[in-house]
T-cell receptor, first 114, second 111 residues
Framework: DVKVTQSSRYLVKRTGEKVFLECVQD?????MFWYRQDPGLGLRLIYF???????EKGDIPEGYSVSREKKERFSLILESASTNQTSMYLC?????????????FGNGTRLTVT | TQLLEQSPQFLSIQEGENLTVYCNSS?????LQWYRQEPGEGPVLLVT?????EVKKLKRLTFQFGDARKDSSLHITAAQTGDTGLYLC???????????FGTGTRLQVFP
């Protein structure tokens, strides 16, 4: 089974702090994604990466950056956290090829910015 | 921006009842996936439908992709408490490899 592990289940940070959310997958997947999940809005794509050191902006990249130095690890960075970034963050991975392959998700990191 | 609207947003029913969740868009999708998310976990894929008009069954769950590939439905027969969760549809946008997620339907099944 594919396992996607997010390093923290809960995080509480202060406004202006730099925040790192880490995600590791163990199935040698090329594609990795960061989403945020808010009630009534579904999942919105922040950034994705289709290879090491490659990144693409999703639908809501403002205020975020990412890093993918190794294939198995994809990090989401909040350069200066703000209260409107309080949310559930989900990391996902997918193998190369078909767009209709399943996304494999981690269990999420609930971030609160005070 | 392509949007996927799900209805209803919330559904609270008793065990044994039937229900249908709808996923609608004005855009055409290459394929559509349905995920279920339980509390404290990430979404898990239930099914992928690819062809317009396609119907897939997964035990008591029946999924249908609209003929024009713009909408989909999920029907649950004789709901059980184990069906409780957040149901998300996700469409694969044409000519990209991005998934557009729906707004979600939160289902609560009471014993």
């Amino acid at each position: 089974d594919v396992k996607v592990t997010q390093s923290s289940r809960y995080l509480v940070k202060r406004t202006g702090e730099k925040v790192f959310l880490e995600c590791v997958q163990d199935m040698d997947h090329e594609n990795m994604f960061w989403y945020r999940q808010d009630p009534g809005l579904g999942l919105r794509l922040i950034y994705f990466s289709y290879d090491v050191k490659m990144k693409e902006k999703g639908d809501i990249p403002e205020g975020y950056s990412v890093s993918r130095e190794k294939k198995e690890r994809f990090s989401l960075i909040l350069e200066s956290a703000s209260t409107n970034q309080t949310s559930m963050y989900l990391c996902a991975s997918r193998g190369r090829g078909a767009y209709n392959s399943p996304l494999h998700f981690g269990n999420g990191t609930r971030l609160t910015v005070t | 921006t392509q949007l996927l609207e799900q209805s209803p947003q919330f559904l609270s029913i008793q065990e044994g009842e039937n229900l249908t969740v709808y996923c609608n868009s004005s855009s055409v999708f290459s394929s559509l996936q349905w995920y279920r998310q339980e509390p404290g976990e990430g979404p898990v894929l239930l099914v992928t439908v690819v062809t317009g008009g396609e119907v897939k069954k997964l035990k008591r769950l029946t999924f249908q992709f609209g003929d024009a590939r713009k909408d989909s439905s999920l029907h649950i027969t004789a709901a059980q408490t184990g069906d409780t969760g957040l149901y998300l549809c996700a469409g694969a946008a044409l000519n990209t490899d991005k998934l557009i997620f729906g707004t979600g339907t939160r289902l609560q099944v009471f014993p």
